[in-house]
């Protein structure tokens, strides 16, 4: 089990510094426990207008040198904020390990909502649209960016898994035993690193993630026996979030978002999928009310999305799943110059395919 990263929630820009410093103390008492860490991130409380957005701007590219190696959740706001996204965009172009969110509250954050996100897009490259998410309903604690909002008081970490091959093995073995209990002990190990440490532990996001051949979109198949998105996908979406909360969420105490995530192109049977164009927009939509994310690192035609009203339709739609879900939804969608069909170089997430709406 490797741990995906290690997520320091912090409480305002100016602990930054500090925060790297305790950041490097909290992971090296990880590993010295016998746990990989795959990177290590910092979450920055939402920011309230645009004079904070351009401070926090200035404060990364200051502690570059602090701050070397760490992904930063910096530019976090609600639709209703006022900021300048050709601001946003300099600023994200200026720090590329920078991530932004925006939180679509409810139906009064809509309108806004949508005129910011088309500026984006249409001001900005597919590096940036990967490290972007537009938020539904609510902040949630999670080390997951790029929809992770620091939203605590005082200092805390979380974590989040790549397990999906261990999740895969303990599916195929009839038996969640092992897989059980090697989360009790991971997070048994993470409360004895924060007493270590002094750094308030808040838990572990569960969600089921991909990274490429670890992939999510196997477990999912195995489970419907047949490909996605034929009929049994959503099914089998359904019994992988049932053994999530049922039989894992018990084993630790737990944070975020706790359900499976579909990134496309994050996961080798997804990004086939997509190239051999079975998997549309529609399907990922659909998905959204059964996984925390069915519209994640999607690419779909800039000719399609900033025309007409599809861009205001695919946010209305997912407002309208987290009303009805009640529980915080997120979307990346990767806006691309090309037809559905087509591939595109999305640099350390490889070669992607452009998706039919």
């Not at 990004?271 to 659909?286: N, P, Q, V």
Request: aromatic share 8%; glycine share 8%; net charge neutral.
């Amino acid at each position: 089990m490797i741990i995906r990263s290690v997520t320091l929630h912090v409480d305002s820009v100016d602990s930054l510094s500090k925060g790297a410093r305790v950041l490097a103390d909290l992971s090296k008492a990880i590993a010295r426990k016998g746990y990989s860490v795959w990177s290590r991130r910092i979450s920055l409380p939402p920011i309230e207008d645009n004079r904070e957005l351009l401070e926090i701007c200035r404060a990364i590219a200051d502690l570059r040198r602090e701050l070397e190696g760490l992904y930063i959740s910096a530019f976090n706001f609600r639709a209703s904020t006022e900021i300048s996204i050709p601001d946003l965009v300099k600023c994200m172009k200026g720090i590329n390990t920078s991530f932004s969110s925006m939180l679509v509250k409810g139906e009064d954050d809509l309108e806004e909502g949508y005129k910011k996100l088309s500026d984006f897009y249409r001001s900005s490259e597919v590096d940036l649209h990967t490290r972007f998410a537009t938020i539904y309903g609510t902040w949630i604690l999670t080390p997951y960016f790029p929809a992770s909002a620091s939203i605590v008081s005082e200092t805390a970490f979380t974590v989040a898994l790549r397990y999906a091959r261990d999740f895969r093995d303990s599916l195929s073995k009839g038996s969640l035993k092992m897989l059980g209990e090697a989360i009790e002990n991971l997070n048994r190990d993470l409360e004895e690193s924060s007493g270590e440490t002094g750094v308030g532990y808040k838990g572990i996001d569960l969600s089921l993630s991909p990274w490429m051949e670890e992939s999510v979109g196997a477990v999912i198949e195995d489970l419907s026996g047949a490909e996605i998105p034929l009929p049994g996908t959503i099914a089998a979406i359904r019994k992988v979030n049932k053994i999530i909360s049922r039989d894992l969420v018990r084993r630790a105490r737990s944070t975020g978002f706790g359900e499976v995530m579909l990134p496309v192109e994050e996961d080798n049977v997804l990004k086939e999928r997509a190239r051999l164009g079975k998997i549309s927009l529609k399907d990922l939509i659909g998905y959204a009310a059964f996984c925390v994310a069915g519209v994640d690192m999607a690419v779909i035609p800039r000719s399609r999305v900033l025309s007409g009203k599809t861009l205001y339709n695919i946010m209305e739609d997912l407002l309208q799943i987290y009303q009805y879900k009640q529980r915080p939804i997120g979307m990346r969608i990767i806006v691309a110059d090309s037809l559905p069909g087509m591939a595109i170089n999305l640099g350390r997430f490889g070669v992607a395919s452009i998706i039919e709406i």
